[in-house]
């Protein structure tokens, strides 16, 4: 399965963006689909992620009530919504495959985000 981001940008603090992963190549879990974020030289951080115990949707507790992820399977794609942006949101995003719990397999090239006023 191929993974490719868009939508990222630079935005002032408070203001929203929706970031897009386009997915093609058979997937047949879409709630499989997460999203984890990275700045470089720090470790990568799971946004939102699959739990594998119940199968529920995982927010990081920085982004929860801020973003929201959701699934069109039939148009192929992913959206990240997130509103309310902060500085420390600042970093590459990237859609990918989660084997359960943030465990990520598969990503695309990602989109930046940028946050700044």
């Known amino acids: 399965v191929r993974l490719v981001e868009s939508g990222g940008g630079l935005v002032q603090p408070g203001g929203s963006l929706r970031l897009y992963c386009a997915v093609s190549?058979?997937?047949?879990?879409?709630?499989?689909i997460g999203w984890f974020r990275q700045v470089p030289g720090k470790e990568r951080e799971g946004v939102i992620c699959?739990?594998?115990?119940?199968?529920?949707?995982y927010y990081r507790d920085s982004v929860k009530g801020r973003f929201t992820i959701s699934r069109d399977s039939a148009k192929n794609m992913v959206y990240l919504l997130m509103n309310n942006l902060k500085p420390e949101d600042t970093a590459v995003y990237y859609c990918?495959?989660?084997?359960?719990?943030?465990?990520?397999?598969?990503w695309g090239q990602g989109t930046q985000v940028t946050v700044s006023s």
């Open positions: 190549g058979f997937f047949a879990d879409f709630d499989a």
């Open positions: 990918a495959t989660d084997l359960g719990d943030c465990v990520f397999d598969n």
């Open positions: 699959k739990l594998s115990s119940d199968g529920n949707t």
